[in-house]
Structure formats: C-alpha cells, structure tokens
C-alpha cells in the first residue's frame, strides 16, 4: 500500500486529514454500520500478490448477502435510511398518541362542564324552593361567582329587610306563640338571641303568677330541651322543690286550722285587743297593706279607722267550708279563706257587704300574716 493510498478515506476515496481512517463525512457511517477490520482500500490497493487469499482469486473487500454484492457505502446508506424512517415513525405514533389523549381530555372537560352545570342549577332550585338567606348564602359560598350568585345576593337583602320590618311589629310584644311562630319561620334570624331572651323572661313571669310546682317543672323541662334559654331555671328549681312537697291539710289538722282562724276573725270583728295578740305573732310579716305590723297596734288602728269612716262596728265571717290550707316544710301554713264582710254605719241605716279572698299564713299556730289575695304583693 502506497502512502498516498493510506490518507484516502476507504469509502469514498476523499483525502483523509493525520492519522484518521475515514474523511469527516464518512466517520459517522463507518463508526455506527462496519466494523473497522472489514473497511480496506478499494479493489485496485489489495493485499500484496501471492498471498494464500490472492491466489484463492477472492475479493476481500466485497459483502455477499442473498442479493449479491453490496459495496459497503449501499449498505451504509440503507442503514441510515432505516435509521431515518424508525424516527418518523416513532414521531408519527407519539403524536397520534398525544392527539388522542388530547381528543380524549377535551371530551371529559366538556362532560364534567355539563355536570357541574347541572349540578350548579339544581342546588339553585333547592335554594328557591327553601327562600331563605341561610339557603341562598350557601350557594354563594358553593359557587362565588356562579351564574345566579348576582339573584342570590338580591334575594338575601330584600328577605333580611323584610324580617327586620317584621321583627320591628313584633318587638314589643308579649304574645309567646308569637314570637316562637317568628323563630320556627326565620330559623336562622339575626335577632334570635334576642327573641329567645324574651321568651324566656314572658315564660318565668307567667310561672311566677301561677306559682304552682307543675308551672316551675314545665319551665325547667321546655330549659332543658332548648325550647327555653333557662336563665331563671335555679329559683325555678327552687321553688319547684318547695312546691312539691307542700301538704295539703285534711281532716283533724284542717278542723283545728278552722277553729285558729274562726277565733281570730271572732277578735277582730269585737275589736278585742288582748284576744287578737294572743292569736297572732308579735309582729305580723303582713296586715293588709301594711308591713312588719305589731299586733298590739291592730285594736287602735281599727278604732282610728272605724272614728275617720264613721263606722259602728265590722262583722267578719270567715267561710271555712271553702277553706285551703297547705303546709310547707317550714312549718307554714297558708290559707286561702273566702270572707263575709259587713259594715254597719253611724250615720246610715243600709249596711256595706262585701266578700274578699284572704291570704293567711299561720306558724306554730297563730298568725303570721293576713292580705287579701288578688292585689299588689299578694303572695
């Protein structure tokens, strides 16, 4: 082999530049489709003669496949070819594939779109057909800026105007069934602590006028449910568990009650004044209208009263057959008594009849207390 043959490139006969076997262009075919053993000059610069493979009259530098011989650049060029046309199709079948998943993504979009939609106006047709703030405030929250978030926003003004207008009528009033009808029609109304306050007062009140152990377990019971707020239940409790163990007088003990109040009535219509102290306490808690009275004082205070009306004399019959008497765990007695009152005149002949209910409360037999029942203070 000659020296210029040796700086020829092998596949193209091109000059090659130092010690490279191939030309810059042919490198790349050379590296990635032959062997370098199997790459030699041309046909013209074979092995030296009489060489075993020159005798043998082959040519070393020629590729048999079932086609015959190929020379090495065919060959080289097909395997680029192949090379070339695998990335197209790699290419091709990526982006069938994206397109797909993208065909694919925007249909999902569009039915979760159609859902959501859906789903959107039914919540709002919930919210109509309940037609409250709470109801329309929800959907605000779902959807911010939903396609009925403008109408919602209406809608919670002009029902929280007219329950404002409404609570405005009903403010002052003391009808519970009222104000507990308003409660049930506007559950979630800004002025519920407020009506519930006033409930809860009206309720106590009315349980103060009755007095009874039943009207105190009914107020406790409606508090322990939440139907009442329950800011009086202590003196409700209280006065519940006095109440419910008062015992009613009856036979021997109720006789002996009668005969207390019919000798004190007795006294006071003959305005005795030593009979009168010995049946009543020292000091009476209550005297009619008077408070924390002396006993001694009673015969002079009829006398003064009987002088300024022109009064002759006053004649008490008690009516024990429609007498009440309960006693309490103190040791109290209280007496509901109806009573016959007759006022005859100095300077008139017809005489004054009049029938009050008295309130009467005895301690360890004799009178602690006498008011009539029905006025100011009564107990």
Same mark, same amino acid.
């Given at each position: =082999?000659?020296?210029?043959?040796?700086?020829?490139?092998?596949?193209?006969?091109? #000059?090659?530049?130092?010690?490279? $076997?191939?030309?810059?262009?042919?490198?790349?075919?050379?590296?990635?489709?032959?062997? #370098?053993?199997?790459?030699?000059?041309?046909?013209?610069? @074979?092995?030296?003669?009489?060489?075993?493979?020159?005798?043998?009259? %082959?040519?070393?530098?020629?590729?048999?496949?079932?086609?015959?011989?190929?020379?090495?650049?065919?060959?080289?060029?097909?395997? @680029?070819?192949?090379?070339?046309? +695998?990335? $197209?199709?790699?290419?091709?079948?990526?982006?069938?594939?994206?397109?797909? $998943?993208?065909? =694919?993504?925007?249909?999902? =979009?569009? =039915?979760?779109?159609?859902?959501?939609?859906?789903?959107?106006?039914?919540?709002?047709?919930?919210?109509? %057909?309940?037609?409250?703030?709470?109801?329309?405030?929800?959907?605000?929250?779902?959807?911010?800026?939903?396609?009925?978030?403008?109408?919602?926003?209406?809608?919670?003004? %002009?029902?929280?105007?007219?329950?404002? +207008?409404?609570? #405005?009528?009903?403010?002052? !009033?003391?009808?519970?069934?009222?104000?507990?009808?308003?409660?049930?029609?506007?559950? #979630?109304?800004?002025?519920?602590?407020?009506?519930?306050?006033?409930?809860?007062?009206?309720?106590?009140?009315?349980?103060?006028?009755?007095?009874?152990?039943?009207?105190?377990?009914?107020?406790?019971?409606?508090?322990?449910?939440?139907?009442?707020?329950?800011?009086?239940?202590?003196?409700?409790?209280?006065?519940?568990?006095?109440?419910?163990?008062?015992?009613?007088?009856?036979? +021997?003990?109720?006789?002996?009650?009668?005969?207390?109040?019919?000798?004190?009535?007795?006294?006071?219509?003959?305005?005795?004044?030593?009979?009168?102290?010995?049946?009543?306490?020292?000091?009476?808690?209550?005297?009619?209208?008077?408070?924390?009275?002396?006993? +001694?004082? $009673? !015969?002079?205070?009829?006398?003064?009263?009987?002088?300024?009306?022109?009064?002759?004399?006053?004649?008490?019959?008690?009516?024990?057959?429609?007498?009440?008497?309960?006693?309490?765990?103190?040791?109290?007695?209280?007496? @509901?008594?109806?009573?016959?009152?007759?006022?005859?005149?100095?300077?008139?002949?017809?005489?004054?009849?009049?029938?009050? @209910?008295?309130?009467? %409360?005895?301690?360890?037999?004799?009178?602690?207390?006498?008011?009539?029942?029905?006025?100011?203070?009564?107990?």
């Amino acid at each position: =082999m000659s020296e210029n043959d040796s700086n020829k490139c092998p596949l193209c006969g091109k #000059e090659t530049q130092g010690e490279e $076997i191939f030309c810059r262009d042919c490198q790349e075919i050379a590296q990635n489709s032959y062997a #370098e053993d199997l790459l030699y000059h041309d046909n013209k610069d @074979t092995a030296t003669s009489g060489s075993d493979e020159n005798a043998s009259g %082959e040519d070393t530098h020629q590729i048999e496949n079932n086609d015959g011989i190929i020379p090495p650049s065919e060959g080289a060029n097909r395997d @680029t070819f192949y090379k070339r046309n +695998k990335k $197209i199709l790699t290419f091709f079948f990526i982006g069938l594939i994206i397109f797909v $998943i993208v065909g =694919m993504s925007g249909a999902y =979009m569009r =039915m979760q779109n159609r859902n959501t939609e859906a789903t959107e106006i039914a919540f709002w047709n919930k919210c109509i %057909e309940d037609n409250s703030p709470l109801g329309y405030s929800k959907y605000l929250v779902q959807y911010p800026e939903g396609k009925f978030s403008e109408e919602a926003y209406r809608k919670i003004v %002009e029902l929280r105007d007219n329950e404002r +207008k409404s609570w #405005e009528k009903l403010r002052n !009033s003391n009808d519970i069934d009222a104000l507990f009808a308003f409660l049930t029609d506007h559950p #979630e109304t800004p002025y519920g602590r407020e009506i519930r306050h006033a409930i809860d007062s009206l309720s106590w009140v009315a349980a103060q006028k009755q007095n009874t152990a039943d009207v105190y377990l009914a107020y406790l019971e409606n508090a322990k449910i939440g139907r009442l707020n329950g800011e009086y239940a202590t003196p409700a409790q209280e006065r519940y568990d006095y109440l419910s163990q008062l015992k009613t007088l009856e036979g +021997k003990q109720l006789d002996e009650v009668k005969k207390l109040v019919s000798a004190f009535f007795k006294a006071l219509s003959s305005n005795n004044s030593k009979e009168i102290q010995k049946l009543s306490m020292d000091t009476l808690n209550k005297f009619y209208e008077s408070k924390n009275y002396l006993s +001694k004082n $009673i !015969s002079d205070s009829l006398k003064t009263a009987y002088k300024a009306g022109r009064i002759k004399s006053v004649l008490y019959t008690p009516l024990t057959d429609s007498i009440d008497a309960i006693l309490d765990n103190k040791g109290i007695c209280f007496i @509901t008594l109806p009573l016959n009152k007759e006022v005859t005149y100095t300077d008139r002949k017809k005489k004054e009849r009049s029938r009050p @209910t008295l309130g009467i %409360e005895l301690y360890n037999k004799k009178l602690q207390a006498v008011y009539v029942k029905g006025k100011a203070g009564d107990r």
